[in-house]
């Protein structure tokens, strides 16, 4: 045992190992002891204003970064968080929780203490329903190895994990950490491998109209840039979805757009439902990236990939996995001529944004000068709401460059998880596209942004409410909110001269504002844009159509 190391100093060291230099939270008494460890180590403390916001940051932070962390306190704080966690969870976000606990004498004898909720592992078995792997770290000598074998959980799985830690064992001695060893990769099977990239080359090679349909699980687990390279060595057409959307760069000459079934455009509709050979790569089929469910695919005319299996028509190849597959696939393809390599219609490109003098702010027009001035260094976050269902319009040129939740939508996530984005890429600045409604979740998160000199651009559209739900049902008084002074907001967290708060009724004044944000890079930018007529983007229309009940 060597005296130097305790459980907190070998926890901080191997999230640091992982790539952890910054890590979100909001302290409590049960996991002071390992926040003094955190604090004199080499990851940046970053407190957030309540233990949701810290998760969100977390994630935020783990969906650039290949991880995130939070610390928390028991009870509260463990439980506070918790919908972060299932989000992370259900999008595969590789976010760590760490929860401090009463000492263990306490749990053996069972006391009522503080934040206890009535038994001292319902809290362990709460966070089981909705981890890769949970622990409490009940003995300083096989505490190292539990801590290990949970980051390797989430490293291995994308998927978030938790960790409590007693605070009686937060300062135990234990080993110092050896070389960490990660689990081997899932490998493919050789021989089915390489039978089934056979008929996949021949197949592609022989269709007249081939397409690739490239989904999330290619960003969940970094395959962006080989499947780049299967797209340009192929030179097939690609496509993709709201949740993989920006996997692939979009203006690529060989992206023909977003495919979601009915609410595609019908260029793309037909692109890819048309198509006599469509290569589906790690796709999620999810109501609102599907169009409802509204896609028409002919399964004999798709090869399926996903899951540890390939599916080629009616018939499958076991063992395969994503990563072996699009390399394999990339290094035997043949190349097709440049005309049939092109998507019937292309992405169209970007259309100047010239306001029109002393015109009201409509969504239409707002949604296409967000679109025109962001720019390569920036990375959109887009609530659920109307930010999202205009969102598959935006121009992502460089690939990466966009993260919504589109399968799980809390609202609330995007404002602190730009905090995560702007610390682990500071090379790029957030842009959040928030509803109001989405915005007063977690607004406070701003008071973090400006603490950690984030220079982040925060659009809320004001849209006076929830105006999704008013577009999707008939609407109630359950769907008003209070009206914020949100270009103001600087004035009460205190921002100085870091924020500039700008508001926009007009045209005009939405293009100075955004001109503003361009020009102040080193400041964080409130839009406050004002949509007094309630109108919304035509994604929001064919939504509204499909769910709105038939008369
Ligand atoms: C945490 C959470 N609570 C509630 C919901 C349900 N919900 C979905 S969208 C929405 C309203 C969003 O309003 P706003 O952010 O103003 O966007 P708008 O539709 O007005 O553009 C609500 C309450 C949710 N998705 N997540
Ligand atoms: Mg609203």
Redesign the pocket.
Same mark, same amino acid.
């Given at each position: 045992m060597n005296s130097e190391y305790n459980v907190s100093r070998y926890l901080v060291s191997r999230l640091h190992e992982i790539g952890i230099k910054h890590i979100f939270g909001v302290p409590g008494d049960y996991v002071l002891d390992f926040l003094d460890e955190v604090v004199a180590g080499p990851i940046q403390w970053v407190g957030n204003c309540n233990e949701l916001n810290a998760g969100y940051a977390a994630d935020g932070y783990a969906r650039i970064n290949g991880a995130g962390a939070a610390v928390v306190t028991y009870g509260v704080g463990g439980l506070s968080i918790l @919908?972060a966690v299932a989000g992370a969870f259900a999008e595969q976000v590789p976010l760590i929780v760490i929860s401090g606990a009463p000492a263990s004498h306490r749990r053996e004898s069972g006391v009522m203490v503080h934040h206890l909720i009535s038994n001292y592992y319902m809290q362990l078995d709460i966070y089981k329903k909705i981890t890769i792997d949970a622990a409490i770290l009940t003995d300083p000598n096989t505490a190292p190895d539990e801590i290990d074998r949970v980051l390797r959980n989430c490293i291995a799985r994308k998927l978030p994990v938790y960790l409590e830690l007693p605070a009686d064992i937060a300062l135990s001695s234990c080993r110092k950490p050896g070389e960490l060893f990660y689990d081997e990769p899932v490998t493919s099977n050789e021989d089915s491998l390489k039978e089934c990239i056979l008929e996949v080359a021949e197949k592609i090679n022989k269709a007249s109209n081939p397409v690739i349909l490239a989904g999330v699980e290619l960003l969940r687990f970094g395959l962006g840039r080989e499947t780049l390279k299967l797209v340009e060595t192929s030179e097939v057409p690609f496509v993709t979805m709201l949740n993989s959307k920006s996997i692939l760069p979009e203006l690529h000459p060989q992206f023909a757009g977003i495919y979601r079934g009915a609410w595609s455009h019908e260029s793309v509709r037909r692109q890819v439902e048309d198509s006599d050979c469509l290569l589906s790569l790690g796709v999620w089929i999810t109501d609102l990236d599907t169009g409802m469910f509204s896609t028409n695919l002919d399964n004999r005319r798709m090869i399926t990939v996903g899951g540890g299996k390939v599916s080629i028509g009616s018939h499958y190849y076991q063992q395969i996995q994503l990563d072996d597959f699009i390399r394999e696939l990339t290094s035997i393809i043949q190349p097709r001529n440049y005309l049939a390599s092109h998507p019937s219609v292309s992405f169209q490109s970007k259309k100047p944004f010239v306001p029109e003098q002393s015109c009201i702010l409509s969504a239409p027009r707002l949604y296409e000068c967000v679109d025109f001035y962001l720019d390569d260094n920036m990375i959109l976050l887009a609530?659920?709401?109307? =930010?999202f269902c205009a969102a598959p319009e935006f121009h992502i040129e460089e690939a990466d460059n966009f993260i919504v939740q589109s399968y799980y939508?809390?609202? !609330?996530l995007c404002t602190p998880a730009a905090l995560g984005v702007a610390l682990a890429c500071p090379e790029k600045r957030p842009f959040v596209l928030?509803?109001?409604? =989405?915005?007063q979740?977690t607004a406070q998160e701003v008071s973090t942004l400006i603490r950690e000199r984030c220079p982040a651009i925060i659009l809320v559209?004001n @849209?006076d !409410?929830?105006?999704?739900?008013?577009?999707l049902h008939e609407d109630g008084p359950y769907?008003d909110?209070q009206m914020w002074n949100y270009s103001r907001l600087s004035d009460l967290f205190d921002g100085g001269d870091f924020v500039i708060g700008i508001k926009a009724n007009t045209e005009e004044e939405l293009e100075h504002a955004m001109k503003i944000a361009a020009k102040e890079k080193n400041k964080l930018v409130i839009i406050e844009a004002c949509i007094i007529n309630r109108d919304?983007s035509a994604g929001?229309q064919r939504l509204g159509d499909t769910l709105k009940p038939k008369k």
């Open positions: @919908n609530e659920p709401g109307d =930010a939508c809390s609202i !609330g928030t509803g109001d409604g =989405a915005f979740m559209i @849209n !409410g929830y105006l999704i739900e008013r577009v769907n909110i919304y929001l």
